[in-house]
């Protein structure tokens, strides 16, 4: 009797144990124990940085396991094709700018757009003053860097928008040349080379800057791609996806300390260069080109107006023969309107 009366006192202890570690779960713990994560895999299209913040930051934060998502985060950088990766069922998730996309889409990959962050281009052409150079007409006669592959797109067409005669010279994603003078007009990311140039010790004032969102040539940069089979087969993973990617963008903008001790951890774990102060200024340029709608939200949609724009330019430039239907390329994961 003693024996079923202590085993009884142990069966209530253990039972109460039980309950006090399920009222006392984090909100994530408690929808985690519920249910089973869906593995899940994403790379970005460039090298841990800032640019790519809210990924890391929702991945950091458990954002992705709140939406059901069990995450891998390849390193993206110049050996990893975030296309390729995506064709090769190595990854399901990647992100591009819409240029690219277009472009990729055209040549037969059938891949999706389900989420569009980046509502502006960050493309700018920036020059010295004291090389003559205050407004477009300016630009006539002198050198400007351009980066080759697609990248070259937007300086190309707004060269010839304007009718500009121009030596143009092939730029690296380095800004030394135009620092050293062997260029007059470097082409640059509000987010990433201008800042490296400002280092340098060039005032804003002293510099002439020509952002191609003013001159009817924004490009939307960094959206959310996928397989359209992927889409068709999960629509509920994909757009859990987004979801979760859109809250770790407004975390990272409300909480800009913490997101960026987050994105160094990623830098470091690269064997990269980290640079605190770049990486602040990188983050609140992607605020301003993601946060454009003049809400206190992410927009996330991706306007048929932009996309014909881009598409239109793509054509001109004869680096596609036709536009893509635009239902065919777009699958709103953000809302049902």
């Not at 399920?22 to 970005?44: D, H, R």
């Not at 890391?56 to 390193?75: H, P």
């Not at 924004?218 to 990617?245: H, Q, W």
Request: charged share 20%.
């Amino acid at each position: 009797m003693v024996f079923k009366s202590n085993q009884k006192v142990f069966l209530s202890i253990v039972a109460y144990l039980f309950f006090i570690r399920f009222i006392l779960l984090s909100p994530v713990e408690a929808q985690n124990s519920s249910k089973n994560l869906e593995k899940s895999s994403f790379v970005a299209q460039w090298v841990p940085q800032a640019q790519f913040a809210g990924y890391y930051v929702a991945y950091e934060k458990g954002f992705y396991r709140d939406y059901g998502i069990e995450l891998d985060i390849a390193t993206g950088g110049p050996q990893c094709s975030p296309c390729d990766f995506l064709k090769q069922g190595k990854v399901d998730f990647i992100n591009l700018s819409l240029n690219t996309a277009i472009q990729a889409h055209a040549k037969g990959l059938e891949l999706v757009n389900i989420a569009q962050i980046m509502q502006k281009s960050a493309f700018m052409l920036v020059a010295k003053k004291s090389s003559g150079i205050k407004k477009i007409e300016d630009i006539n006669n002198k050198k400007v860097g351009v980066w080759t592959g697609i990248s070259q797109m937007q300086a190309l067409s707004f060269i010839e928008k304007y009718n500009l005669k121009v030596t143009i010279v092939p730029q690296t994603y380095s800004v030394n040349l135009f620092l050293r003078g062997g260029i007059d007009v470097a082409s640059a990311m509000w987010y990433n080379e201008y800042h490296t140039i400002l280092n340098s010790g060039y005032d804003p004032e002293e510099l002439t800057t020509f952002f191609f969102s003013e001159y009817g040539l924004s490009f939307p940069e960094d959206g959310i791609y996928t397989v359209k089979e992927t889409f068709l087969s999960n629509p509920r993973l994909c757009c859990s996806f987004v979801m979760a990617t859109i809250k770790g963008w407004e975390y990272a903008f409300a909480h800009q300390d913490e997101a960026l001790d987050i994105v160094l951890k990623y830098i470091k774990a690269a064997n990269m260069p980290a640079n605190r102060v770049h990486q602040k200024w990188m983050l609140g340029r992607m605020e301003d080109l993601i946060m454009t709608s003049g809400q206190n939200k992410i927009s996330g949609k991706l306007s048929p107006g932009d996309y014909l724009r881009v598409g239109e330019e793509l054509k001109k430039a004869k680096m596609i023969s036709a536009i893509p239907e635009f239902n065919n390329f777009y699958k709103n994961c953000v809302s049902n309107d």
